[in-house]
């Protein structure tokens, strides 16, 4: 009994030690997985905030800022981390290609991490497609395009805290966030963008002329920053030439806002403002500040402009035109012939902008207008129009007052309009098929219903002395037609304004033309709307006093000169600047 | 705010060591344990193994509840982590208000979301409890902080500083907890702060 005894208490001591080292050891693991757990739980948090950033800042300045900004958060962000080397940054383009986007994937160790930041990312991606964690493929339905996405993968080795004992000397956690650009519901104003997608001087004042961005009252009563945006890379500049270039002594682009710029102060419309307090941002490579070759250039005792260029690091295209005018957010597949009328539209002018809410139902309307219209053999659009020459047998050199109402009308011939004549059409769609010339007045009032006048092909012209009246109208001009509206300070006008209501509500002009639109400054000049001339070449001159306007610009291209001063001021219903937002995708 | 840090990977502001937070009264309780261990060896080998076994289980106690409250201490930091990196994604797209653009309001609907996301960790009545919103915009740093259940308090400053330039948003949360091994305990306190880029137009 008594070896038996023994036997036994050595069996129990030796079980209890064992029980001992188990319970130890599983306590041990325990401990560790939940620090492990709460690392992943910290890291999640980080990789968030840097993809959020890293793909905004990606879209506002380019691969290599979105990188530096992305590493920033993840410092600031992670407990026992200082700081990220940010050196290798510069391994990221600059512009993001969208028609070839070259995915760039690199890591950045700083102390028990690793941190990958990939941009652009590409469908195929790992991060992308699950393969990362061995799951199916995420289907990439509204994910945006790889420019529009940025990732950030972090990757944290955790020493054991006591189950080294064990043998397990350290854990390993890997988090990432891909984040996506939407465009956000924010709408700031955009006055003035040019689209020219590699050219130099697209936004070019000479001769002491001025572009001045003016700011917008916001309907909650507050003053927002005028807002200029150039959208080419710059790439056919060379030498001192700029994408923005300022020449000629008194010369200036400048977009003023808000006070508190510490620029020079005035009041507008009752708000406390300051020039050069808006923002003019400039897609061209190369930091553009203050003006700087490709972005910038001044000579001859111009102005750099005000303020300093900033860098736009996407394109900004001619998309939020298309989307509302035409429905159109997806350029992968035209939606219809575009015949004469419009350029080849391609992915890339595709921004990602929410599918148009009616796709389902609604027809692209500038498209549909084109359509219905037919290039000029088509003669006239249906049985309800007359032909100005053939039909009604009116003269096309007008020495005569001639009123028309209630009825659409081709005008098949040069028309021109001498000094003192009118020509007045009211509740009736016209069609320009030739030359017009306006020496008199010409005015025309379309129906509220359809409120369009079409201009087939031919150039329009105003006298200096002439008097132009589109009444809420929108005008459309197809390829090969142009625009010469001389002003004086003598008298004429120019009133030009867009139909309030309807399919093409705010849109003063749509011009496929590649011609030149020139303008000039008119003793009386109202105009209201969005000018957009995507391939056409706008001037603006001087001649006359300039007044205030309510109108929003997009144009290829863009000069003034001859003391012209052009102020731009987007009115309610101008298209806004896209606003970016950030969202988590994977 | 970055000093030591703890087992858990929490820090413990103002340089405390943990020790500095343990009672006097579960010392005592290790003294009766002994005690019960002495009167047991009077009766021969068999009293040795009770000492023996008393001192083991309560080494086994300590050892559990130490494993207990330390699992506590990661739940409540993975909470108040957790409702960091929401109140912060929530303030980083929360539009300002049309008229007052950045205001108390503002912050005061981005401390509730954390608080709310913390599942009870930043109530009112938690020990050490710490909110801090701030914002940086157009108009500077606007910040909104409440500790220990009390009054939110408006002022002007980050709640910790960052280094970024950019308009942003910080949330930093916090509670104090405690680590308990049976016969000593300390307190610590758990932060988590996060930064996140302002998304929205002011």
């Not at chain 1, 990757?155 to 465009?183: D, E, M, P, W, Y």
């Not at chain 1, 008194?250 to 403002?273: E, Q």
């Not at chain 1, 309800?384 to 050199?397: D, G, H, M, P, S």
């Not at chain 1, 004086?488 to 849109?507: E, K, N, R, V, Y």
Request: glycine share 10%; net charge negative; aromatic share 6%.
């Amino acid at each position: 009994m008594r070896e038996s005894f023994r036997s036994d208490r050595g069996a129990s001591i030796f079980m209890l030690a064992i029980s001992l080292f188990l319970l130890i050891g599983a306590s041990a693991i325990a401990v560790d997985i939940a620090a492990i757990w709460l690392d992943r739980s910290t890291d999640q948090k980080v990789t968030d905030a840097a993809a959020a950033v890293g793909v905004l800042v990606a879209v506002e300045t380019g691969g290599q800022d979105a990188c530096e900004s992305a590493l920033n958060y993840v410092a600031v962000n992670t407990p026992d981390l200082n700081t990220v080397d940010t050196t290798d940054c510069v391994q990221f383009d600059k512009i993001c290609n969208p028609d070839n986007p070259l995915e760039t994937e690199w890591d950045f160790p700083a102390g028990r991490y690793e941190i990958t930041v990939v941009h652009p990312v590409t469908d195929t991606h790992d991060l992308m497609t699950s393969g990362i964690v061995g799951g199916t493929a995420q289907p990439l339905v509204d994910d945006g395009k790889p420019c529009q996405r940025l990732a950030v993968k972090m990757t944290s080795t955790r020493n054991s805290l006591f189950a080294q004992v064990l043998g397990f000397s350290s854990g390993r956690t890997s988090v990432h966030t891909v984040a996506k650009r939407i465009v956000g519901d924010d709408k700031p104003p955009l006055n003035l963008i040019v689209l020219d997608r590699t050219g130099c001087n697209t936004i070019s004042v000479n001769g002491g002329g001025q572009i001045v961005a003016d700011p917008v009252v916001h309907p909650d009563g507050y003053l927002v920053g005028g807002l200029i945006i150039a959208d080419s890379d710059g790439s056919e500049c060379s030498g001192t030439n700029g994408v923005i270039n300022v020449s000629g002594l008194g010369s200036v682009i400048r977009a003023d806002g808000p006070a508190g710029c510490g620029g020079n102060p005035f009041t507008f419309k009752g708000f406390p403002a300051e020039e050069g307090c808006g923002t003019i941002r400039v897609l061209a490579p190369n930091d553009p500040g203050p003006c700087t070759p490709p972005a910038c250039s001044n000579s001859g005792g111009g102005n750099a402009p005000n303020p300093t260029p900033s860098p736009l690091g996407s394109r900004y295209t001619r998309a939020p035109a298309d989307h509302r005018y035409n429905c159109y957010s997806n350029y992968t597949t035209p939606p219809l012939d575009t015949l004469w009328a419009a350029e080849e539209l391609t992915t890339a002018n595709q921004q990602n902008i929410d599918e148009c809410e009616e796709t389902a139902t609604r027809d692209p309307y500038i498209y549909d207008l084109i359509e219905f219209v037919g290039p000029r053999t088509d003669g006239k659009p249906d049985s309800t129009y007359e032909y100005w020459k053939a039909e009604r047998n009116e003269k096309c050199n007008v020495d005569s007052n001639i009123t028309i109402n209630n009825q659409n009308l081709v005008i098949d011939c040069n028309l021109q309009i001498t000094s003192g004549k009118s020509v007045t059409i009211n509740n009736g769609n016209v069609v320009f098929d030739q030359d017009v010339t306006v020496q008199g007045a010409l005015k025309v009032n379309p129906p509220a219903d359809k409120p369009w006048t079409f201009f087939r092909g031919g150039k329009l012209t105003k006298a200096g002395t002439g008097t132009l009246e589109f009444n809420n109208a929108m005008v459309y001009m197809a390829q090969g037609s142009s625009l010469k509206l001389s002003g004086s300070g003598s008298g004429g006008a120019l009133i030009w304004t867009a139909p309030t209501a309807g399919d093409f509500a705010d849109l003063a002009l749509w011009s496929d033309s590649v011609e030149t639109h020139a303008w000039s400054g008119q003793s009386a000049l109202t105009l209201r709307g969005i000018f957009f001339m995507p391939r056409g070449i706008a001037a603006y001159s001087g001649g006359g006093s300039q007044e205030q306007t309510d109108a929003q610009w997009l144009a290829w291209n863009l000069t003034v000169g001859g003391g012209g001063v052009l102020h731009i001021a987007p009115g309610d219903g101008a298209l806004p600047a896209l606003s970016d937002r950030a969202e988590l995708i994977r | 705010m970055r000093t030591t840090r703890d087992s858990l990977g929490t820090e413990t502001p103002s340089g405390q060591l943990p020790v500095e937070g343990s009672r006097g009264h579960r010392s005592t309780r290790f003294t009766a344990w002994i005690s019960l261990g002495q009167g047991s060896s009077s009766r021969g080998d068999s009293g040795a193994a009770v000492v023996e076994m008393a001192f083991i289980f309560s080494l086994l106690v300590m050892l559990l509840v130490g494993v207990v409250t330390s699992a506590i201490a990661f739940g409540q930091k993975n909470q108040i982590e957790n409702a960091a990196r929401e109140a912060s994604r929530y303030a980083a797209t929360l539009a300002p208000d049309p008229v007052t653009g950045i205001d108390n309001a503002w912050l005061e609907a981005v401390r509730n979301v954390a608080q709310e996301a913390a599942h009870g960790n930043l109530d009112s009545g938690v020990e050490g409890q710490h909110i801090c919103v701030a914002h940086f915009g157009s108009s500077g740093w606007q910040r909104l902080v409440q500790d220990d259940g009390g009054a939110a308090v408006p002022g002007t400053a980050p709640c910790y500083p960052d280094g970024l330039s950019d308009p942003r948003v910080q949330v930093e949360t916090g509670r104090d907890t405690e680590i308990n091994a049976a016969f000593f305990s300390f307190d610590i306190s758990l932060v988590a702060p996060a930064t996140a880029r302002y998304e929205r137009v002011e």
